[in-house]
Structures are given as structure tokens and as C-alpha cells.
Nanobody
Framework: QVQLMESGGGLVQAGGSLRLSCTASGIINSATMAWYRQAPGKQRELVAAITRGGSTNYADSVKGRFTISRDNAKNTVYLQMNSLKPEDTAVYYC??????????????WGQGSQVTVSY
């Protein structure tokens, strides 16, 4: 059974750092993993993604500040967030995507973790 569990959110002052973790049992070795976020009144947006091979991409708004990484042996993907800004405040979601041989994509989501950055 696939299960994604986020941890590591919380309240931090602007300029501070947090690290989010997502334990992805059942899919970590075969999935592209990603972090999304959704602020109140806004659409969910991609923050960062990492492929099985380790290639990464980032939203322009977080480039140079956030780093996504994965440790397949620990079934975990991380999002290191530095130089946090109040506009980074959102619920952060972990997502795992698997594409089958027939090119069908299965997406799995975690429950979300609140990140609040104060002025």
C-alpha cells in the first residue's frame, strides 16, 4: 500500500530555515517525487521535483533558496528551505508520480504540512 507522510513544518521567522521530509513507502524507488504548496486563496503550485535519476527542477520563486533531495534507502524525500520569506507561507504537499509501461500516470499525495513564515 502506498503511503506518503510529511513532517517538519512549523513556524519560523523570515530569513530562517526549515526542512520538510516525506516518507514514501511503496513507491520511492520508481517515482518522480515533488513538493507542491498551496497558500490560502491560491492554486496549488509546484515548488520542486526530483526524478528517479536525481534530476531536479524548481519554481523560479524558490531557486537558490530551496533544495530537493531524496534518499531511496530511507524511502524519504526532503525539501530544505533556506532564506524563508513570508510569501512562502503555505501548506506543503508531497507527491509521488509513477508512469506505467502503458504511459498511464498514477499520482499519490501526502496529507500536507503547514509552513508559516512570520515577518
Amino acid at each position: 500500500q502506498v503511503q506518503l507522510m510529511e513532517s517538519g513544518g512549523g513556524l519560523v521567522q523570515a530569513g530562517g530555515s526549515l526542512r520538510l521530509s516525506c516518507t514514501a513507502s511503496g513507491i520511492i524507488n520508481s517515482a518522480t517525487m515533488a513538493w507542491y504548496r498551496q497558500a490560502p486563496g491560491k492554486q496549488r503550485e509546484l515548488v520542486a521535483a526530483i526524478t528517479r535519476g536525481g534530476s531536479t527542477n524548481y519554481a523560479d520563486s524558490v531557486k537558490g533558496r530551496f533544495t530537493i533531495s531524496r534518499d531511496n534507502a530511507k524511502n524519504t524525500v526532503y525539501l530544505q528551505m533556506n532564506s524563508l520569506k513570508p510569501e512562502d507561507t503555505a501548506v506543503y504537499y508531497c507527491k509521488g508520480s509513477i508512469v506505467t509501461a502503458g504511459n498511464y500516470e498514477y499520482d499519490y499525495w501526502g496529507q500536507g504540512s503547514q509552513v508559516t513564515v512570520s515577518y
